[in-house]
Nanobody, 126 residues
Framework: QVQLVESGGGLVQAGGSLRLSCAAS????????MGWFRQAPGKEREFAAA????????YYADSVKGRFTISRDIAKNTVYLQLNSLKPEDTAVYYC???????????????????WGQGTQVTVSS
């Protein structure tokens, strides 16, 4: 059983920053990529960022490019999402996900991942 556990969410004022973490544990599995998705109330889950595990190549949604930074620590089996210059529209539950097979860059921005975390709430006040 693979488990993804997110942490680091919270309440922050507009313009502030947060750092989300997602630790993978359980059965050893090879990761092709890990990603972050978010879901605001009444909206569909949307892609935020992903990172290719082998070389750290990042992918970003246009809405977060230049403000969010994804990174990974291979030794800790953890992926991070640094959220800067937060806006009220960034308010959502943020989900971590992992995929263990090759996916094209086009597929990585869609929810085709094999494993998902339980989510962490990020609330940005105006």
């Amino acid at each position: 059983q693979v488990q993804l556990v997110e942490s680091g969410g919270g309440l922050v004022q507009a313009g502030g920053s947060l750092r989300l973490s997602c630790a993978a544990s359980g059965r050893t599995f090879s990761k092709y990529a890990m990603g972050w998705f978010r879901q605001a109330p009444g909206k569909e889950r949307e892609f935020a960022a992903a990172i290719r595990w082998s070389d750290g190549y990042p992918y970003y949604a246009d809405s977060v490019k230049g403000r969010f930074t994804i990174s990974r620590d291979i030794a800790k089996n953890t992926v991070y999402l640094q959220l800067n210059s937060l806006k009220p529209e960034d308010t959502a539950v943020y989900y971590c996900a992992a995929v263990n097979r090759y996916r094209s860059s086009g597929e990585l921005v869609s929810p085709v991942y094999d494993y998902w975390g339980q989510g962490t709430q990020v609330t940005v006040s105006s």
